[in-house]
Nanobody, 121 residues
Framework: EVQLQASGGGLVQPGGSLHLSCAASGLTFDEYVISWFRQAPGKEREGVSCITSKGDRTYYADSVKDRFTVSGDNASKMAYLQMDKLKPEDTGVYYC??????????????WGKGTQVTVSS
């Protein structure tokens, strides 16, 4: 059974940082790209960032470029999202997913349960 579990969310003030983790199991990790998505209340889910299993290619949504950093550890089947300079508009449920090299959710094969990120003073 494929499982993806995002963790590390929480409440943080604007300008603060959070470090999200994604633990994968039950899949051949190096056959998939790990992507991060988020969904704010009342809004559609949007792609945030993705990384190949080798870590040689990364992509970011324009809204998070220069603030978020995606990384991964192929050996431990983990992916990470370091979020700095957080803004209130970064608030939402963050999900990790496994699929193709894309920030479009229809190209994902597997989804994990999300973790809530709230940026508020």
């Amino acid at each position: 059974e494929v499982q993806l579990q995002a963790s590390g969310g929480g409440l943080v003030q604007p300008g603060g940082s959070l470090h999200l983790s994604c633990a994968a199991s039950g899949l051949t990790f190096d056959e998939y790209v790990i992507s991060w998505f988020r969904q704010a209340p009342g809004k559609e889910r949007e792609g945030v960032s993705c990384i190949t299993s080798k870590g040689d290619r990364t992509y970011y949504a324009d809204s998070v470029k220069d603030r978020f950093t995606v990384s991964g550890d192929n050996a431990s089947k983990m992916a990470y999202l370091q979020m700095d300079k957080l803004k209130p508009e970064d608030t939402g449920v963050y999900y990790c997913a496994a699929g193709m090299l894309s920030l479009i959710d229809t190209y994902m094969n597997y989804w994990g349960k999300g973790t809530q990120v709230t940026v508020s003073s």
